[in-house]
């Protein structure tokens, strides 16, 4: 029977006396369980010495050195060997080293410091939240560096049972971005094990509620969160680093989003939670930060790569021995070079096949179309083996199609057909619009039918685009209605950070307030921008809580808040149960009509029936004008299934629209954003027959659904 949550054995067992050192093998790289013991490999193209390093479960000490022969531990640049009589629960590392040294700029070797595996599954020492500084290496009294951070041979039994990958189709797609900790750290999430894989766990039947199809959870693997140097300067408290865009491992889940501590209980708590999930019907995508690690520049800590091999692992002048910083933290990682681009395949690999997850997010994934060089390729060789490795072939793959050196890849991020992007101009253009700006709607109404303009061109379809109006980065719903600009004094940096253009409207008032005026006007936006969000062509993608208003209080980067800013508070849920009903009955509304999730764009035409009637204030002549704040979009119905007419109004006056004209049919209403709640949106079966079947008078930045329907 394999072992699901059972204990490891005990830590005292892992080493036994006649353990033995033999030259092992190069492939696969990392370490490697065998009958009797444990093969260990590891890359190091400029190395001259590599040395294994193991120790005890908990303990700095190393029980054992062994110094790998060049002549028989090595096979090209792949360095290895077995030992036997060690099983699992092992902690490990390699002390590397190149004598001599004539370009120390260049190969930062270090044989004092002990360094990560890059392929280990599991990391020792992180398994408390905001714990010991695990990053920061510290002297004895003989001036040894005490590295705190050790690779881990973790038991990776688990019972999965029957499952596999659910590949839903990602046109019906329903994505929840989402960060582990701070999704139940609130104690008002009333879980048992908060800020953990399982605290997750607990919230799924709350998930199915709300009717997502997959989270998108944001970075975990590990990362260190002490590596924050500032303080907030409104409370005196230490910052973390909460989002996590700061790796230390590709492979290793972080050890304190486990609820115990024991060795092997962040890999079986992570597989739990998937499991789960899928028995939901719940997807997992994961985040994964693939431009750059935590190492930073050349004056930040040594884990592995830099230590293992600086020119493979980093784009870096040859000359000098900078990184180049296209990700905006120190350092870029060099994924394009072959070895690189190996373990990022090894990687994903690794979690579809043995950690079951339905597909990843790539942040800043422009820079991994860059070169050594750090040049923009037409054709880059990483993007192209993802796209067509047959591992990943169901699995779904999302770019952030950016980077922080300014390349904007919206649209034309290089993908063989397979890649799906962030659509930052659906968000921007959505808020510019919602916000009242002028000669936004022709921009609208492209965003709508799926951004044709960024995808069809090379082939791809409306689903390739992954709408959204707010994410991680940046403000909250609740905060995009109610600030004009960012408050970010807490993240210690002086209101420098994030985002100065945010693109939001406080509708009259600047952050909290018992204007009721301004209130209901907030009200009403928020519903806009979820009523576009959902009936338009692409995947919509929401960020926590903004299902039930979550606030930041107009922080915009709250990457360092591990706090009541980030955190969400589930009292809400509750105190806006009219906000989530709102969200839940749109999730369901989607799921119902395909004419929401198309395979393929609109077609507009004279040779066929038209897919898509746009309209204005008049029926069928839309106003694309620059003054022009109106749109209407009707969508022809499928087989057995409504017709969908959407009316958008972002003008500071009512307007009335002409209704179109239905045979056999009658229009009924289904949302009315203007409306308060339960009126706003209507169940499935109670929408309401509308008493002019002509016009349809809209107030003031608001959105109206109505449904043509057989006569009842």
């Known amino acids: 029977m394999k072992r699901d949550t059972a204990e490891l054995q005990d830590p005292s067992d892992t080493i036994r006396p006649d353990f033995e050192f033999s030259r092992g093998r190069p492939l696969p790289l990392g370490a490697t369980l065998t009958r009797n013991g444990i093969n260990f490999s590891i890359f190091s193209r400029h190395a001259t010495s590599v040395t294994l390093v193991i120790f005890r479960p908990s303990e700095h000490d190393p029980i054992g050195e062994f110094a790998l022969d060049p002549r028989y531990n090595r096979t090209g640049d792949v360095w290895h060997a077995f030992v036997g009589g060690i099983d699992p629960g092992i902690e490990y590392g390699f002390r590397v080293d190149r004598v001599p040294n004539h370009e120390p700029q260049l190969y930062r070797f270090d044989r004092r410091q002990v360094l990560i595996d890059p392929y280990a599954k599991e990391l020792s020492g992180g398994a408390t939240w905001g714990g010991t500084l695990h990053l920061r290496t510290t002297q004895d009294s003989a001036s040894k560096p005490v590295i705190l951070r050790h690779s881990l041979v973790a038991d990776q039994e688990f019972d999965w049972g029957s499952d596999q990958p659910l590949n839903i189709h990602l046109a019906d797609s329903i994505i929840y971005e989402m960060h582990v900790r701070g999704f139940t750290q609130h104690p008002s999430s009333n879980v048992k094990a ?69 060795n092997g209980h962040p890999l079986r708590e992570f597989k739990t939670l998937v499991k789960a999930l899928h028995a939901a019907g719940i997807e997992v995508i994961l985040d994964m930060v693939f431009n750059h690690t935590a190492e930073g520049d050349e004056r930040g800590p040594t884990f592995c790569f830099r230590g293992l091999d600086n020119t493979t692992y980093y784009i870096i002048d040859q000359d000098t021995g900078k990184y180049a910083n296209f990700s905006g933290c120190g350092n870029t990682l060099n994924c394009n070079h072959p070895v690189v681009h190996d373990l990022i395949l090894d990687c994903l690999r690794y979690w579809v096949t043995e950690m079951h997850v339905d597909g990843f997010r790539f942040d800043l994934a422009s820079i991994l179309g860059r070169g050594r060089d750090g040049s923009v390729l037409s054709n880059p060789p990483v993007l192209e083996r993802i796209a067509a490795d047959p591992v990943l072939a169901n699995t779904k793959l999302i770019a952030e199609a950016w ?67 707010t994410s991680h980065d940046g403000f909250t719903l609740a905060d995009l209605v109610a600030y004009n600009r960012k408050h970010n004094l807490a993240n210690g940096e002086n209101d420098t950070d994030g985002m100065d253009e945010n693109l939001s409207w406080n509708c009259g008032e600047e952050g909290p307030t018992q204007d009721p005026d301004v209130l209901s006007l907030r009200r009403r936006q928020t519903r806009n921008f979820i009523a576009i969000l959902f009936f338009s062509q692409g995947v919509p993608m929401i960020l926590h809580g903004d299902e039930f208003g979550r606030t930041q209080l107009g922080n915009n980067n709250a990457y360092c808040q591990d706090n009541e800013i980030s955190w969400v508070n589930w009292d809400l849920r509750n105190q806006n149960a009219d906000l989530f009903r709102f969200f839940r009955l749109l999730i369901q509304f989607r799921k119902r009509h395909a004419a929401l999730r198309r395979r393929t764009f609109f077609q507009e035409g004279n040779s066929h029936p038209a897919d898509v009637i746009w309209h204005g204030v008049k029926c069928g002549q839309p106003d694309w004008s620059w003054d022009s704040r109106t749109l209407g979009m009707q969508l022809a119905a499928p087989d057995g299934q409504d017709e969908v007419l959407l009316l958008a109004n972002s003008h500071w006056e009512d307007h009335e629209f002409e209704l179109p004209r239905l045979m056999g049919k009658s229009w009924f209403r289904l949302l009315d954003t203007s409306l308060p709640s339960p009126s706003d949106i209507l169940e499935e079966g109670t929408e309401c027959r509308v008493r002019r079947q002509d016009a349809y008078r809209v107030c003031s930045r608001s959105v109206v659904v109505l449904l043509g329907r057989p006569h009842s």
């Open 403 to 469: 980077d922080a050196a300014g390349l904007y890849q919206v649209g034309h991020f290089p993908n063989w057909g397979r890649w799906a992007e962030w659509n930052g101009k659906f968000r921007d253009d959505i808020r510019r619009f919602l916000r009242g700006d002028p000669g936004m709607v022709p921009l609208l109404a492209t965003r709508m039918a799926g951004s044709a303009d960024l995808y069809q061109y090379d082939g791809r379809t409306p689903y390739h685009s992954i709408n959204f109006v």
């Open 194 to 262: 908060s800020g953990t894989f399982l605290g997750v766990l607990e919230k799924i039947p709350y998930l199915r509620e709300l009717g997502v199809t997959a989270v998108e959870l944001m970075p975990i693997t590990e990362f260190e969160e002490n590596d924050n140097p500032r303080i907030n300067p409104l409370t005196g408290e230490p910052l973390r680093n909460f989002w996590g865009y700061h790796p230390i491992s590709f492979f290793a889940p972080k050890a304190s989003y486990a609820s115990r501590s024991q």
